[in-house]
């Protein structure tokens, strides 16, 4: 069994920053699949990025370029620096995990996961 903690969400204006974290109990983080899955009010919710055990990263388009997804091992967490916020990135953002090898493509799919944390609730205003 996983828990998984998010923190670091907030209020940001458009063109800010923000870090999530994620940390998980357990000793065996190492062998993970990790992803970061966002829910806006009225819409499903979305993959946003994915990392593997191995460290392959994966993105959603909308994000690309602005948001790094990143795990330290050591630590058993996850982060999400997200960088160039805009308004349509306010959502609650979830993180999750994978316990089998599934390779990093498929980790863009919520149906991977076999552990998910409460959520962040990250703002962006314009």
């Known amino acids: 069994q996983v828990q998984l903690v998010e923190s670091g969400g907030g209020l940001v204006q458009a063109g800010g920053s923000l870090r999530l974290s994620c940390a998980a109990s357990?000793?065996?983080?190492?062998?993970?699949?990790l992803g970061w899955f966002r829910q806006a009010p009225g819409k499903e919710r979305e993959f946003v990025a994915a990392i593997s055990r191995s460290g392959t990263t994966h993105y959603a388009d909308s994000v690309k370029g602005r948001f790094t997804i990143s795990r330290d091992n050591a630590k058993n967490t996850v982060f999400l620096p997200m960088n160039a916020l805009k308004p349509e990135d306010t959502a609650r953002y979830y993180c999750?995990?994978?316990?089998?090898?599934?390779?990093?493509?498929?980790?863009?799919?919520?149906?991977?996961?076999?552990?998910w944390g409460q959520g962040t609730q990250v703002t962006v205003s314009s």
């Open positions: 357990g000793s065996t983080f190492s062998s993970y699949g």
């Open positions: 999750a995990a994978a316990r089998a090898g599934i390779p990093i493509m498929t980790l863009a799919k919520m149906n991977s996961y076999d552990y």
